[in-house]
């Protein structure tokens, strides 16, 4: 089992920053992929980023390549995603997720373990 925490969202400003960091659990035997969705009001889950820590091969959505930034510190069994440039249709409540996985690139479905969300709301 692996428990996730997520922590840091809040309200900014549209152009703001915020980051989200996420701390790792349990027992964990071997490599994951962690990754970050978020879910808006009305509107399915969907996949923001994500890092493999076996090689730390990044992937981003559409949506926020170029703003949004995820890193991971294996030591701390912890990944962050730095939002940058925030939009109003950013707003959401962020979910953290991981599988136990050693591929080298982190996939964007199949998690099988997630926080609780964490929301962030951005104005305009």
């Known amino acids: 089992q692996v428990q996730l925490v997520e922590s840091g969202g809040g309200l900014v400003q549209a152009g703001g920053s915020l980051r989200l960091p996420c701390a790792a659990s349990?027992?964990?035997?071997?490599?994951?992929?962690m990754g970050w969705f978020r879910q808006a009001p009305g509107k399915e889950r969907e996949f923001v980023a994500a890092?493999?820590?076996?090689?730390?091969?990044?992937d981003y959505a559409d949506s926020v390549k170029g703003r949004f930034t995820i890193s991971k510190n294996n030591a701390e069994k912890s990944v962050y995603l730095q939002m940058n440039s925030l939009k109003p249709e950013d707003t959401a409540d962020y979910y953290c997720?991981?599988?136990?996985?050693?591929?080298?690139?982190?996939?964007?479905?199949?998690?099988?373990?997630w926080g609780q969300g964490t929301q962030v709301t951005v104005s305009s």
């Open positions: 997720a991981a599988q136990i996985s050693s591929s080298w690139s982190p996939p964007r479905y199949g998690y099988a373990y």
């Open positions: 349990g027992r964990i035997l071997g490599n994951l992929v």
């Open positions: 890092v493999s820590w076996r090689g730390g091969s990044t």
